[in-house]
Every structure is written in C-alpha cells, then in structure tokens.
C-alpha cells in the first residue's frame, strides 16, 4: 500500500467504487457468518493504486462492526497492522467519532 492517500476532490472511477461496494459486502457477510475476515487479504486483491481508498472504506466497515458486536477498538492496534497508512487510520477513527457525536446530539 502507499503512503499518498488521495485527495478528497479527486474523482474515484466506478470500476473502483463497484469493487469498494462489491468487497464491503462480502467482507460483512463473512463478519455476519461468525468469521473475521483478513482486512489484509481483501486490500491485497485490489491494485496498489487504489489501495488506500479501499483500505479507508473496509476500516471504516470493521471498526463499525466491531463497536455493534461491544468491542473498542483502538487506533494503535490498527497502526501497528498498518504503520504506513497511519494517517487514513486516524481519519478513519476521527469520522467515526464525530459520527458517532453529530448521532448522540440528535438524540
């Protein structure tokens, strides 16, 4: 994976976001069928082009998944998987969290 992460107003072609929607969803059916899919391994089966954006939806996924099952995953356990995409690590859990708050204050 690069260490570039792209720019928010850079267009993301469909091919790429049919394959980000298409690896979401079997990367949650497997989570719902009891497994815990290989974060990894999903990344690895897209090119390294567009790693970083795939690695930034199927994060996102996991730590979702895992605060609905009870857990509180950290941003170190993550870091340390992934040292060199820190950065879309921390953004990852930074839009879950105020997510998460812009969610409690409608409440």
Same mark, same amino acid.
Do not use: H, I, N, S
């Given at each position: 994976m690069t260490e570039k992460q792209p720019s928010r107003q850079e267009p993301v072609p469909l091919e790429t976001l049919n394959l980000v929607l298409q690896l979401c969803d079997e990367f949650e059916d497997a989570w719902v069928w009891g497994n815990r899919p290989n974060l990894a391994a %999903?990344?690895?089966r897209v090119p390294a082009?567009?790693?970083d954006q795939v690695l930034t939806h199927l994060l996102q996924l996991e730590i979702e998944l895992r605060v609905d099952a009870g857990e509180t995953p950290h941003v170190d356990e993550y870091v340390v998987?992934?040292?060199k995409?820190?950065?879309i690590i921390?953004?990852? %859990?930074s839009r879950i969290a105020s997510a998460r708050a812009d969610s409690d204050q409608k409440s």
């Open positions: %999903f990344v690895e082009a567009r790693r998987r992934y040292p995409q820190q950065a921390g953004d990852v %859990f």
